[in-house]
C-alpha cells in the first residue's frame, strides 16, 4: 500500500511543504491529497486521521503521523537509505538542533511574511523582531554550510530533512525580497533550483483558493504572470 500524504494549499502551507519535498527529493513514493485549509469539510477530512485536525498528515497503512518534523523522523526510519539525516553523529544531532529550531520558532518571522507562491517578488519593510529571525537563520545556514555541507550545496551537503524544515523560510525570504548575503542567496538558489521545488510552485501558484489572512495586501491579491 502506497504511502500518502494530505496536504493543505500548495501555495500557502509551508508546513505542508515540508515533508512533500522531503519525499520528492529522496525518491519516496507517494499518494497526495490537497485540501484547501478554509474548505468547509477540512476539520471533519484531516480530524478523523489527525490528532490536531491540521495538515500535513502522513498515512501508512493503519499508521498516520501529524506534525512536519514528527513524519520526518518516520520516513527517516522508516527509509534509512534515503539519508534525510547526516550519516555523522555530530552532523545529525546538529541537524536534528536547527530542525526543531524551526518547529518551535522565528514566530515574527512566520506572521509578518507568511508563505505565498504566487505573489510576485516585492519588498515588505520588517520589524525589529523579524530582522533578529533573519540574521538568525543565516546565521544557521551559514554555519551548516561551512561546517557540514562541503560535499554539496545544502546544509549539510545533500538535501535532507532539515533542509525540508528550512524550505518555506527560503520562499519568505524570496518572496518579500528580504536583504541577505551572499552565501544566503547561493543556498537559496540551490533550493529554488530543485525540480522538487518548481513541481510545488508550479501547482500552488495554479490553486484556485485565495486565503485573505495569507495576503499581506489584501484586499489587492497579487500573482505571478
Not at 57 to 64: A, K, N, Q, R, T
Not at 157 to 168: L, N
Request: glycine letters at 8%; proline letters at 5%.
Amino acid at each position: 500500500m502506497a504511502l500518502k500524504l494530505i496536504v493543505g494549499n500548495k501555495n500557502y502551507s509551508s508546513w505542508s511543504m515540508r515533508p512533500w519535498i522531503a519525499m520528492k527529493v529522496a525518491g519516496i513514493l507517494f499518494d497526495e491529497t490537497v485540501i484547501s485549509l478554509d474548505a468547509a469539510d477540512f476539520k471533519a477530512r484531516v480530524g478523523a486521521v489527525s490528532g490536531t485536525g491540521k495538515v500535513p498528515v502522513l498515512i501508512d497503512g493503519d499508521v498516520s503521523v501529524w506534525e512536519s518534523l514528527a513524519i520526518l523522523e518516520y520516513l527517516a526510519e522508516k527509509f534509512s537509505k534515503a539519508g534525510l539525516w547526516p550519516v555523522d553523529a555530530a552532523a545529525r544531532a546538529h541537524a536534528r538542533a536547527i530542525a526543531s529550531e524551526m518547529h518551535a520558532g522565528f514566530l515574527p518571522l512566520r506572521r509578518l511574511l507568511p508563505m505565498n507562491m504566487w505573489r510576485p517578488v516585492i519588498k515588505r519593510e520588517l520589524t525589529p523582531e523579524v530582522l533578529v529571525n533573519v540574521q538568525r537563520i543565516e546565521e544557521i545556514w551559514n554555519g551548516c554550510r561551512a561546517r557540514f555541507g562541503k560535499t554539496g550545496p545544502f546544509l549539510f551537503g545533500r538535501f535532507g530533512a532539515a533542509d525540508a524544515m528550512y524550505a518555506p523560510v527560503v520562499a519568505r525570504l524570496h518572496t518579500y525580497a528580504v536583504d541577505v548575503g551572499a552565501g544566503t542567496r547561493d543556498y537559496m538558489d540551490a533550493v529554488m533550483a530543485l525540480p522538487a521545488w518548481r513541481e510545488w510552485h508550479a501547482a500552488g501558484i495554479k490553486e484556485p483558493w485565495v486565503l485573505a489572512e495569507d495576503e499581506v495586501d489584501w484586499p489587492a491579491v497579487h500573482k505571478q504572470k
